[in-house]
Every structure is written in C-alpha cells, then in structure tokens.
C-alpha cells in the first residue's frame, strides 16, 4: 500500500511536470545509485543547491556548493555520507539509495530555481521466487504457487509462457519427468527467477516406483550374471549347483567351458541324478590334464 501510494504521487508529479515539459524521471532500485544534471549551466555559476521534495512535501537541502566555500555542505542526514556533486557540470551523485530519497530533484544555479526537474522513484528489488506445490485429488495434477503480489510471469521448459491464475498454474503429469516449471518476478528496477521444479519431483509416486523397478531389475541382472560366471568358471561352485539342481547342467550345458565334453555327454546320456554327479566329480582331474 504505502509503495503503492509512493507510485501514484510521483506519478502524479511527474505528470504534473511532463506538461509543462521540464520533469525526467527514474527508477532505481534500493541500494544502487543516481545521477541528475542539467542540460546547460553556464560558466559563471557561483553557487548550486540541490533540493528534495518528499512525498509529504517536505523540502530539504541535498547539497550545496558555493565557490566562496572550501568544502559542499550536506546539512541533511538523509544524504551525509552518500552525496556528491560536480561544480563544473552542476550532476548530483546519491549513492546507496533508500525508499527515503524517493521524490522531486530541484536546482537552484547562483540562487536561481532553474525549469528543469527530476523524479526519482526507489522501490525495493523483487525478492527471489519460490514454488510451492499443492496436491488435488487426482494424483496426476498438482498446483504450483508462487506468492506475490505483482506480475508473476510462469515458463515451462519450453520457455513458453504458460497462462493460468495470476499467482497459480495447474500442472499435469506429462509423464515426462524432465519437463520444469518455473516462475518470474519483475518490476521496474529488478527480475527474479526461482529454481526449475521438475516434474519427476512432482509426481513423486509414479517416477519413485519406475525407479524402484529399474532398480531391482538392474540388480537381479548383476546377480544373474556373476551366478552364471561363478557357474561357469568356479569348480565348487559349479559342482555344488549341479549336486543341487542337476537341471542347471542341462540349462547351462552349451555354454559350460569348464566341464565341456563331459556336460555334453551328461546331457546326451539323459541318465539320472547319481550317475553323472559321481562322473563328474571322479573325472574333473582328468579333465583338467586334457
Ligand atoms: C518527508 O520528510 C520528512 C522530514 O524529513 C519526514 O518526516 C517524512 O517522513 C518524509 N516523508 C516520506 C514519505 O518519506
Ligand atoms: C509449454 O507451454 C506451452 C504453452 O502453454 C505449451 O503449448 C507446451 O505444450 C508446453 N510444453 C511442455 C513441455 O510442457
Ligand atoms: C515484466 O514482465 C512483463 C511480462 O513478460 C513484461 O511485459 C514487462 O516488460 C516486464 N517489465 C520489466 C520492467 O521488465
């Protein structure tokens, strides 16, 4: 409210002024600096007293230079410490700028108000943006939020503005979890941008379950694998699966580099359980010496 007034007077000022052609204005953002100066000043200037008019109207001394004095005089704490001017050019400097130093720039050269004005407007930068999530009752849409109160501009991946509420978008499950959302803020003297939600964070439960899935798939393949290479290449182990499931040597049969021929002949004699453990076990020195 209170900036939104500030707005409308030097709005107002500024309108005032714009008619009779005398008044420039600018927009600065808290914390930053400005610089006004007149078009011309001649070379017989003798004295310069910038002045700010507040928005309660109330006038005070910026600055003040005269050439009789050695140093420029700064009578007001608003601008202590923060101000500067050139005596050639007759430009103030304000640096650090506050809410405070919002108003209307005067110049009077040797005593004399000159015509031309300046407005300055200080408004605070936009606060970096933050997404917050809202669920609905269907578990494939959600709501992203993004408080305050001003122009929210909403992007998607695309970078294509997405319209919606003012300060709400509706978000459907694309089922493609790199899609992200984003939303911006900005006014005159400043543009903010939050951090890309992302729609796998979105829709947690559908991209969390794909993962698990993939996961235990991924690991159940890795066991698969060093099972069939210990089978393969490891004796004990070998032996030990076959004494235990004796359908492994049929199963791995073709693929057996350590017990070749004999798996064969296992597999062509179709004898039963006893026979083949007992050759196996009796024959495997024999076969190594091959
Ligand atoms: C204007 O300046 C006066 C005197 O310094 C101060 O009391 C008042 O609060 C100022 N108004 C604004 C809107 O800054
Ligand atoms: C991004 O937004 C535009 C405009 O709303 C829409 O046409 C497009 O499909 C969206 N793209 C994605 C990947 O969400
Ligand atoms: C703020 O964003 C809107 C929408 O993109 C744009 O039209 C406007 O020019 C921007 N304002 C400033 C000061 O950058």
Not at 19 to 48: H, L, N
Not at 72 to 87: E, Y
Not at 131 to 157: F, H, M, P, Q, R
Request: net charge negative; charged share 25%; aromatic share 8%.
């Amino acid at each position: 409210m209170k900036m939104l007034d500030l707005r409308y007077s030097t709005a107002f000022i500024c309108a005032v002024f714009f008619i009779i052609g005398a008044v420039s204005g600018e927009d600065k953002a808290v914390g930053s600096s400005v610089s006004f100066r007149p078009d011309k000043i001649d070379s017989s200037v003798s004295s310069i007293i910038w002045k700010h008019r507040n928005r309660t109207g109330v006038v005070v001394k910026a600055i003040e230079w005269d050439k009789d004095e050695p140093e420029v005089n700064i009578p007001h704490p608003r601008f202590k410490g923060i101000t500067s001017i050139d005596d050639k050019t007759g430009q103030i400097t304000i640096t650090k700028l506050t809410v405070e130093h919002s108003g209307l720039y005067t110049i009077d050269i040797n005593s004399k108000e000159q015509e031309q004005k300046f407005t300055l407007t200080v408004i605070e930068r936009v606060p970096k943006p933050k997404i917050t999530k809202e669920e609905t009752n269907n578990a494939d849409v959600v709501y992203l939020k993004c408080d305050y109160i001003g122009t929210i501009i909403w992007k998607n991946s695309t970078g294509q503005t997405v319209e919606d509420k003012k300060n709400e978008i509706t978000v459907k499950n694309s089922k493609n979890p790199e899609n992200f959302y984003t939303c911006t803020l900005n006014n005159t003297v400043s543009e903010e941008t939050s951090d890309r939600v992302y729609e796998r964070e979105l829709f947690v439960t559908g991209s969390n379950a794909g993962l698990i899935v993939g996961i235990l798939f991924a690991l159940l393949l890795v066991a698969l694998i060093i099972f069939i290479v210990l089978y393969l290449f490891v004796t004990p182990v070998h032996e030990w699966v076959n004494s235990t499931c004796p359908c492994m040597a049929n199963l791995f049969g073709p693929l057996d580099c350590l017990k070749k021929t004999e798996v064969a002949g296992k597999n062509s004699s179709g004898s039963g359980v006893d026979a083949p453990l007992n050759q196996t076990s009796s024959t495997s020195p024999s076969d190594q010496n091959q």
